[in-house]
């Protein structure tokens, strides 16, 4: 049994502690925003926040996340204005959508900790996070965007 | 898996194949009980009593917003608030007629008829309301979604005429193609910059794609599939260990089917338990094909000499023999894979005889009737709930996953969830094909082309689909097109040579043009050259019977700069194309500039410059997107992409080893639109197509060095600078 606290709420899971946090999020307690990508860590489709870092659920078992605070899409902001989801928005970024909780969630986890990216700032952050759709021109926008936002 | 094809599905192929691309929306007379709870005039749209018009998209929604533009267009001519619009995504239905998504298809399969349907519902949404007022139809208009009689002035919603009017009005097919359209001087929302509908979901995590279904007592499958991608069986299957993981619910094996999986409670547990399972595989007759192998085979199929032409016009011969000076150059491209964001999966609940299907198809009507003929039902008992499409590129054409879901699910009696990992995913793809293309010329002593001989040699992915999906030479003319491009040579010929490998090849984003035009737009590059003219003007003097390829040739030529001096090791490449099709050719030209690394052979792309006439653009900033994520997708192929083969599979089995475009690897994109008031054709390939030739003329004109192998690799341009020297 493992306790994991998901964007302020509590759950028991009945799992196996090497399971894949991303497996238990999407699959038992149905938070289907987080996706799944490569199940290697190398596409940051599954991105959320463990204390508020960046972390690929795929990669990160459920023993990993014990104790600590997680934060999916669904939690960034409880209304969806998160100045990151209105800059999206605003860019018109997604295509078809898929890898976008992962991309918002690795831009959020960015904007936290550097409100002020350059753009070599936010190649390094976001490099991780593949769109196969490549709408990386109008992420890069919408980051810049929202960091306008968040400073003004 | 047998993918046989059905009456109904060669219904669908017929008109794949291009022979008559309308869309029919059955009109039914709705009746009086219609009018109490909603109006649907016609396939296309709903009208309910609260006055929200609901058009429902037949086409697959993965990132062209298409959902947007096509509902934009039934807006134009139903004169409704854009407020008061909604989209559905509806199930597969025989009403729908063709349910296909691909080719850059979709504006231009129904521009025509989704205006038609649009305004017969407001023709027949006034001629109601002047009914009921004992009005001429002729005095009143309708406008936002109001209809008005003008010399009284009163006034009906469109809500309140479908709850209290009859609406009789009904038209034959003859009557619709006689509605006279607007004129694109008047659109109020075709043209317009309108907020695609699917992007507010797509922020906050509520969009639901295929993988996001669940239902009740569901379980969860895993397959094993065997060891090279095509030919192989499995001779015995041990499931004692499986059985002992926790979790674990049975074991699927269909000899006939060559499928075996297992299912068990939960995702962990399918993954555990299938590879707890003992399996002999006799591994087939491609248990030693390679990449080497296949180009061999490529390289010996190229000179048969008993191959039917694909495409001829004039006296190559002839006119071969006469040129002053001949060239010939070979170009190969590599295996390319679709690595959709979302890996394939499917969930499919069987319940008295029908299949409950849920996933996100770009082809129903195919996957119908090939589910239909697999399950040995009839294609009413086939469900397919449409979902997002997480990314689609022509992957999801193939109707490969439903078929393994419904199989398992049939077997099991419970709803089935079936997740292929990325792994599985690259390795079951069906590839664009690799190919091999040899284009000879004769020039007269002014320069110009006189003859013009290509073979084409690939794997054609229409002969897996099927005898429908071929013309009478065998040929798939989607493994094909864009060789018979539209420059005024007066003789030419294409040879085409389809191989099999023993490696499936399918559809990939922009399909054939991705090869054919690198070769025909490199080739044309190395021909300039020969006669001493510039690219741009050697191109353009052979453009004639093409003014609008010319006009954005001139186009994207000038936004670039081209002619203007550059830093050493650093060239401007430019390719022009009439993709998707010759018939609907959305006209489309880069200038490419880009670094090249003498010592590494690494290239870094600056800048692309795209120009792009497609006729009326529906959405401007969807169109832009489109290009964009065309032009990117295009990078991703000609600088990275190499899908390589060893015993009888692909080697690549990741992101880590198969290797798409990144953000610290993207050029500043500029994107021109050329205003037209032609009709539409679409945006979501033509601009792919373009680049590996304008990149591989950009390392030409900065080093000297000709690449004819895509992708443009760094050994492969070192290589080439090495020949050079």
Redesign the interface.
Known sequence: MASLLINGKSYNVD??PG??LL?VIR??L???????????A??G?CTVHLDGQPIRSCQTTVAQANGKKIT???G??PT?QHPL?LA??AE??????????GQ?MAAAALLAKNPNPSDQD???A???????????????RAIKRAAQGVRS | MSTRLTRRAFLASATAAGAALTIRFPLVAPGDAAAAAAYDPNAALTITPDGIVTVHITKAE????VGTALAQIVAEELEVDWKDVRVDYPANDPKFGLMLTGGSWSVNWTFDTLSRAGAAARLALIDAAAKTWNANPADCVAARGVVRHLPTGRALRYGEIVARVPITKTFSEDELKQIVLKKPADYRVVGQWI??L???E????????G??T?LPNMV?AKVAYPPTREGAKFTAVDDSAAKRVKGYVATVQLPQQQLVAVVAS???AAVKARDALKITWDAGPNASVSTDSIFAKFNSAKDDPGVTSWHEQGDVKGAMGGAARRHEATYTTDYVAH?????MNCVVRFADGAYDIYTGSQFQTFAVGTLAATLGVDASKIRINQQ??????GRRLEPDIMVETALIAREVKRPVKL?R???EDLRRDFYRSATLQQVKAGLDRDGKIVAWEKTVVASHPGRRWGPDFVDKKGLDQFALNGADHVYDIPNQVVRAIPVETGISVGYVRAVAPNYTFFAVETFMDELAKLAGVDPLQYRLSMLGSAPRLANVLKLAADKAGWGSSLPANTGRGIACVSAQEKKTPTWTASVVQAQVDPSTGKVKIDKIVCAVDCGIVVNP??AR?QI??SI??GI?NALKERGTVANGALVQS???DYQ?????E?PE?EVHLVPSTEYPTGLGEPGTTTVAPALSNAIFAATGARVRQVPLLPDRVLAALRARA
Request: net charge neutral.
């Open positions: 799992v196996d399971t894949p497996w699959e038992r149905q938070l289907t925003g987080t996706k799944f990508g490569c199940g290697v190398q596409c489709a999916t899409i669904e960034l902001s969806g989801q999206w928005i018109q970024v997604p295509q078809c959508g898929y890898c976008q909780s918002l936010i190649v390094s976001m490099s991780g996070n593949i769109c196969r759709c490549a709408t990386y021109p109008r992420i890069k | 993965m990132g062209q917003g907020p695609r699917d992007i507010p797509k922020t906050n995590g509520k969009a639901k794609f993988i996001d669940f969860y939960s995702y962990e690595m959709q964001m979302e890996p997002y499409l997480g990314g689609g590129f997740i990992s990325r792994e900033d969807g997107s964009e994520g990117l997708f991703s990741n992101f880590h798409v475009l990144r953000m610290d993207v994109v």
